[in-house]
Nanobody
Framework: QVQLVESGGGLVQAGNSLRLSCVASGIIFSINDMGWYRRAPGKQRELVST???????NYADSVKGRFTISRDNAKNTVHLQINSLKPEDAAVYYC?????????????WGQGTLVTVSS
C-alpha cells in the first residue's frame, strides 16, 4: 500500500515563500506522474502543477512564474516551491502520485497541507 505524507504548509505573509513536500512510502516500483492540487474554501479542487517521470512540467496559469514543481525520484518525493504568495493562494494543497507498486498500479492522494496567507 502506497501512502503519502505532505509537509511544509503554514501561515505565511503575502509576498513570501513556502516549500511543500510530499513523500511516498511503500514498495514502489515506479512513479509516473506527480502533481499538486489545491482546494480553497468554497471552491472545487483545482490543478496547480504536475511533473512527469521525464521531467516535463505543467502549471495552472494562475501560478506560472511563481510556483516550481520538482521531484526526487530516489526519495519518491515531489516538492512545490511557492514564491510571491498571494492571498488567493490560500488553500489546502494535496499531492497526487500515480505509478506502480508491488500490488499493481496506484493513484494516491495525500491528506493535504494547509497554506494560509496573511495580507
Amino acid at each position: 500500500q502506497v501512502q503519502l505524507v505532505e509537509s511544509g504548509g503554514g501561515l505565511v505573509q503575502a509576498g513570501n515563500s513556502l516549500r511543500l513536500s510530499c513523500v511516498a512510502s511503500g514498495i514502489i516500483f515506479s512513479i509516473n506522474d506527480m502533481g499538486w492540487y489545491r482546494r480553497a474554501p468554497g471552491k472545487q479542487r483545482e490543478l496547480v502543477s504536475t511533473i512527469t517521470s521525464g521531467g516535463s512540467t505543467n502549471y495552472a496559469d494562475s501560478v506560472k512564474g511563481r510556483f516550481t514543481i520538482s521531484r526526487d525520484n530516489a526519495k519518491n518525493t515531489v516538492h512545490l516551491q511557492i514564491n510571491s504568495l498571494k492571498p488567493e493562494d490560500a488553500a489546502v494543497y494535496y499531492c497526487n502520485l500515480r505509478g506502480r507498486s508491488w500490488r499493481g498500479n496506484f493513484d494516491v492522494w495525500g491528506q493535504g497541507t494547509l497554506v494560509t496567507v496573511s495580507s
